[in-house]
């Protein structure tokens, strides 16, 4: 019999040890890969009520709201939950750059021969 979680239409996201679970971040209208971040319930609760992505900070241990400081919030166009239920996929409109770094995309560089490189 399958399992409920992976079939039904009840959203129980399998949280980790630490009460999270990873949200991959798309543009809505391109598909470019722009953040990995964790959620929390709060986290996902704050994202599904008010249209914008909050996330779980492991390094400052608070929730906090995208684009909070920068201005640079995601507007969610879809939320999707893979079929576990342990990862998000957050397609949003992104108002600015993703990256704390200023760059669009926190996957800016490419591994090449053990190296990173721009691009």
Not at 17 to 24: D, K, R
Not at 45 to 58: D, I, K, N, P, V
Request: net charge negative; charged share 25%.
């Amino acid at each position: 019999m399958a399992d409920p979680r992976e079939t039904g239409t009840v959203l129980d996201p399998k949280w980790d040890a630490n009460g999270l679970v990873t949200g991959v971040v798309t543009d809505a209208t391109t598909g470019d890969l722009l953040m990995v971040a964790h959620l929390n319930a709060e986290a996902l609760a704050l994202t599904q009520s008010t249209g914008e992505a909050h996330f779980w900070s492991r390094s400052r241990e608070r929730l906090w709201r995208k684009g909070e400081e920068s201005g640079n919030v995601l507007r969610v166009v879809e939320l999707r939950i893979d079929c576990d239920q342990d990862a998000l996929w957050i397609k949003a409109e992104s108002a600015g750059p993703a990256c704390h770094t200023g760059e669009r995309s926190c996957f800016y560089r490419k591994i090449e021969r053990g190296s990173l490189v721009s691009g």
